[in-house]
Structure formats: C-alpha cells, structure tokens
C-alpha cells in the first residue's frame, strides 16, 4: 500500500517497493485529486464512478457529428480529450455500439477508439482506472437473454477488455425486453460486468426493470436519459422521482443540450448539421434571456456558461451529466464545474427561467 506524505511545497509518494522522486504539484493536480475523492456510488451498485463522465458518442461519428466526416485531425482531438479527462481527475467515459458506426462512410466505431486510448494511456500509466460504460442496441431482429450476452461479448471486443464497469439498454425494445433484463442480470452474474443500467427508460419501464433484477438480488444502478436545464421530461414524467425513490442514478446525457447552452450559438450562428433543424434561430432568440442570465451567474462565480449549467445538473443531486468532449479544452472546461455549487436561489431562477421556453422534441423512444 503506498503511503501520502505532504509538505507546503511538494508530495512525495512512497510505497513499500520503491520510493518515488520528489516532485512538485501543480494547482490542477489538486483539482484532480479532489474529483478523484468526490467519486459516487452508481446506485445501489459497488461501482463508484466521478460526479461528471464523458460521452463518447462524437468519437468516430460520421452520421450525426463532425460535419460528416471524420479524419485524423478529429482523432487527434478525441484522443486529446480522454486524456485531458483524465489529467483532470474525470475516469468516466461513456460510449455504445453503435456510436462511431462501422456502417457509416468513414466512421471508426466508439468503443474501438475508447479501449485504444485506454491502451496508450496505460502505456504510461499502468495503475490507470477507468471506469467504462457501454450499451446494447435494441435491435429488432435480437431476440432472447442471449443476444445481450453476445453483444457484449463483441463490445467487450472492440474495447480490448475483459469486463465492463456499466453495461447499458440503450432504449427500450419493441419486444424482447424481458429476454433483454434476464440478459443483464446474466451479464452480472457471469461476471462480465460489474453494475446494469438501462437507457430511455419511462417511469413504468424503469420500476419494472429493478423489480424484475432485484429478484435476482441485482441493483438496478442507472438510467440514461436526455436531461438539461431546457429539456426537464425526468423531472415532468416522474422518471427523476423514481430514480431517486429507487436508488437508481440519473445519468444525463445531452446535458448542454449538444452545445446550445455554452451560448456559442446565436439566432445569426445557429448549429450546423441535423441539430440546426432542433435548435432553430427561432428557439435561440427565445432561449437568449436564459443565457444571459446564466453568464451573469457565472461571472460571479469566474465560470463559465458551461460549467454552470452543469453544475445546476449535478446540484439536483444523484444525477451523473455525461457532456461530449470533442476536444481537450471542453473536456477541461467541463472539469471545471466540479468542486463547487450554485446556490438554491439560482437553481430555482434558472429553472423558472427555462420554463418559459418550450423545450424541445426528445428522443421518442422515451414514451415506449
């Protein structure tokens, strides 16, 4: 076991095998260190992820990111972001199998790019922990427990590695589902996961998925759905509540609704792609009251607009906000809402705020 010893000007680490030379700590090293000690548990699960995670869906996307393309350069900022994430304490990383799809003209799969970085990575840092959430498709053609036990088997694959920390549904099946629950507990119990979630899930869908692995004495650890300060359906369709009565924790993706409340984008400067068909300039006009009072707020607290907007997620508490980091400065600046909290006030000003805009349309697979 290695031993912390601290003095005003540097740490020296030494464990009973060697003894590490002295170096010096910079500011961010604390920050890092602080985010590693704030981990929470995921649910009623063992598994202890850090407060912020990042989604992997941009890495290798082709058919809704990156303008279509994808190229060396934006490997270079994918792989910039992980490990930018990791230098700031964030061991988080989300991912599926079909983001990155290998049907898409160009595309590399998600998962394929996730476990390379984790391979460099631990090139140079062997004691590296990461904790790694995946997902099942569920695709009309998989049928049975079996077919989660093979997708997996073939994420695990494209990952490089032996077991998954958090393996997801990412929507609810059409049919199948009980086959698709049995198929998670399987997962646990052949130990090649270490905690399930589902993804999409309603209030009705949710209760009856930990119902039916808690007979297996299985905790049911997350639910993905899309959550942010304009798109509040967990909060309106009871699956906040639920989660929360359950022991169930709320991963929320889309957490800056794709980049639309860092208030980079204005009724003159809409989104690009098929986000420019959501985030209309009609839709920007009305949001801009709400974004410019979320600056003032961060003016006062020197954070961004970005970083707010996670935080007021994260003070709602057992919530998990997985923004995207495309590149290493957003995966910096979105450490950067860690470690401190708006206040209860503001929480409640931006919420009523955003409640005069009418949010936009969510994934309709949510209401199944």
């Known amino acids: 076991m290695a031993m912390l010893h601290v003095s005003s000007a540097c740490y020296c680490v030494v464990s009973q095998r060697r003894a590490h030379r002295i170096r010096g700590v910079a500011s961010e090293d604390f920050a890092r260190l602080k985010v590693e000690e704030e981990k929470v548990k995921l649910g009623g699960s063992d598994l202890r992820v850090t407060k912020l995670g990042i989604g992997a869906w941009s890495w290798g996307d082709t058919s809704y990111w990156n ?3 994808w190229d060396d350069r934006k490997l270079k900022a994918a792989k910039a972001a992980f490990d930018a994430s990791i230098d700031s304490g964030i061991t988080f990383f989300d991912t599926a199998e079909v983001y990155g799809s290998r049907f898409s003209m160009g595309a590399i799969n998600s998962e394929t790019l996730l476990g390379r970085f984790i391979r460099d990575r631990k090139e140079k840092d062997p004691e590296l ?6 997902k099942f498709a569920a695709l009309p053609w998989r ?6 036990i093979t997708a997996l088997k073939d994420s695990l694959c494209r990952l490089g590695l032996s077991s998954v920390d958090l393996y997801q549904l990412h929507w609810p099946g059409i049919w199948g589902n009980e086959g698709y629950i049995d198929g998670l507990g399987d997962a646990v119990e052949q130990g090649l996961v ?5 993804s999409n899930y309603s209030e009705k869908r949710l209760r009856e998925a930990h119902e039916k692995l808690i007979k297996r004495g299985i905790p049911l650890a997350s639910n993905q759905v899309n959550y942010s300060l304009i798109y509040r359906a967990p909060e309106e369709n009871g699956v906040k509540a639920t989660c929360d009565e359950l022991g169930i924790t709320l991963i929320a993706y889309s957490p800056i609704a794709q980049g639309v409340l860092t208030g980079k984008y204005t009724p003159d400067n809409p989104p690009t792609g ?5 985030y209309t300039p009609d839709f920007l006009t009305r949001l801009q009251p709400l974004l410019n009072r979320i600056k003032e707020i961060g003016d006062n607290y020197s ?7 996670l935080n007021w997620l994260i003070a709602q508490e057992n919530v998990v ?3 995207g980091a495309k590149n290493a400065e957003q995966a910096e600046e979105f450490a950067g809402a860690l470690g401190w909290r708006i206040s209860d006030e503001e929480i409640s000003e931006l919420r009523s705020l955003a409640s005069e805009i009418k949010p936009v349309v969510g994934f309709p697979v949510e209401k199944l």
Request: glycine letters at 8%; hydrophobic letters at 40%; proline letters at 11%.
């Open 67 to 69: 303008n279509f393309e």
């Open 129 to 134: 922990d990461v904790a790694v959430a995946t």
């Open 143 to 148: 049928l049975g427990r079996q077919s989660v």
């Open 194 to 198: 270490k905690a399930v979630g589902v």
């Open 274 to 278: 098929p986000r420019g068909r959501i």
């Open 303 to 309: 954070k961004s607009p970005t970083q707010v907007v």
């Open 321 to 323: 906000p997985i923004p």
